[in-house]
């Protein structure tokens, strides 16, 4: 980007079109929170049971708040409706994978086993935690652009009921290694199928010029068959298309199914093979602010539901099993940051308008979308109420980056001052998965709340975890 003055392109944003200047700068935007989520009558946020005001004495801030009856509520939610919506013939019934690379700890793994679950893991480390955690091998589904033998051995050896093979040299490695273990791998083909969900570029996938998948286009995806039904240590379970994350509409779904059930005709008709299976991604999408507008998972899986029973009877296949992998769906909106606040100011932005800087004791280090994203994500006061006119603000962390910013637009109160505690709701998915030790920074604990008690899943790392690894 060239220099420009101080001030000539940064001072042009105001407030975004989406944001409205609330009427009580106090109120939650209930759609935006855990279910157990509520302010009380002097404006402290709940959730869990417990004030945030007790989660934060005893646990400290920054911290990831999980409300497990909101998590848990979620994934049982989606299974029911994909299963409600696959039940009945022509249809052959749906499983749901959790994708663990959203926030998994062992804590979570433990309910996902309890609540039926399957889970998607896309390494080796999430895979060991899912073993861990005692989920049974066949729930388990392993992904990835580029796995390691090891791996590979580990997930045979824990018997996954899936392998998703990425690219033609994955082929030989899996069979090999099947081989070797005297077992036969269970397989599906990741395709890319030129369907690009309309969201940001870099969470876009399944469009050709991609890192991920088969290339249909090219020809890959058929070559990946033949040269699968001709290694006797796997079985072709089926193919498979992610098609990108935070999709809002099912047109898309509708064109990758229309895709997918012609490819699974094609294997069917010119290799006389059924394939059994069918996986339809994840990337449902959810609502950060009220921007957005996501598709309940009913209207998903019916939506879904609907068109794998009109694209296979017009290519005359029986419907496969069918598989989903959502991860932000569940795992987003059941989770909230809690920070406290220390430094705030107020900047001109020309023009008579003003923003307010309010700096966290986090930042990307904790929540990296906004930064790599652009993400947007909404914010509360939660521990106190106040009566003081709303100001549009900016809450930053304390990296050191102009872009380390935790929520580019909210409105928040005039009077917020250091030692309130702020709250950003939305937070369950990519951001303790993506965090990091920017500037040496310690990661903040995971805290499950339900019923008036804290759980701590992880607790928060420590000056002698950060030097642990460090041999000086
Ligand atoms: C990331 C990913 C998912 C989950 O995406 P969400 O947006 O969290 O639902 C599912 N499947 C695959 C292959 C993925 O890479």
Known sequence: MATHEAGALHAAGHAPAWLLVPDDVNDLLQPLWPVTAYKDADGVLQVGGLPVTEIAAQVGTPAYVID??????????????????????????????????????????????????????????????????????????????????RDIETALQAGVGRIMIDSLPEINQVAGIAGRLGVKAKVM??????????????????????????????????????????????????????????IFDTNAFALAIHRLVALTATIAHEYGHACPELGLGGGFGVAYTTGHDPLTPRQTAQGMAAAVAKECQAVGIAAPRVSVEPGRAIAAPAGITLYTVGVTKEVSLGGGFQRLYIAVDGGMSDNIRTALYGADYSATLASRRSEAPPRLARIVGQHCE???????????????????????????????????????????????????????????????????????
């Open 68 to 149: 497990e009856a909101d998590f848990r509520g979620r994934a049982t939610i989606m299974l029911g409706e994909f299963q409600e919506a696959f039940a009945a013939p022509p249809l052959a019934g749906a499983d749901v994978y959790y994708a663990a690379k959203a926030l998994i700890t062992l804590g979570i793994a433990r309910w996902l086993v309890e609540d039926g679950l399957r889970v998607d893991v896309a390494s080796g480390g999430e895979l060991a935690i899912l073993v861990r955690a005692g989920m049974p091998g066949e729930r388990i589904a392993l992904h990835g652009n580029n796995k390691a033998d």
């Open 189 to 246: 083909l990741r395709c890319s199928i030129g369907v690009e969900a309309h969201t940001h570029e870099y969470i876009a996938t399944s469009h050709e010029d991609q890192k991920f998948g088969l290339s249909v286009a090219d020809g890959a995806g058929l070559e990946a068959v033949r040269r699968v039904l001709a290694r006797p240590e796997l079985e072709l379970l089926g193919v498979h298309s992610h098609i990108g994350s935070q």
């Open 402 to 472: 102009s872009g380390d910013i935790v929520v580019k637009d909210e409105y928040m109160p005039a009077d917020i001052t250091a030692g309130d505690l702020v709250a950003v709701p939305v937070t369950g998915a990519y951001c303790r998965s993506m965090s990091s030790n920017y500037n040496a920074a310690l990661r903040p604990p995971v805290v499950a709340v339900k019923d008036g008690a804290i759980r701590t899943l992880v607790r928060r790392e420590t000056l002698e975890d950060l030097l642990a690894t460090d041999l000086g």
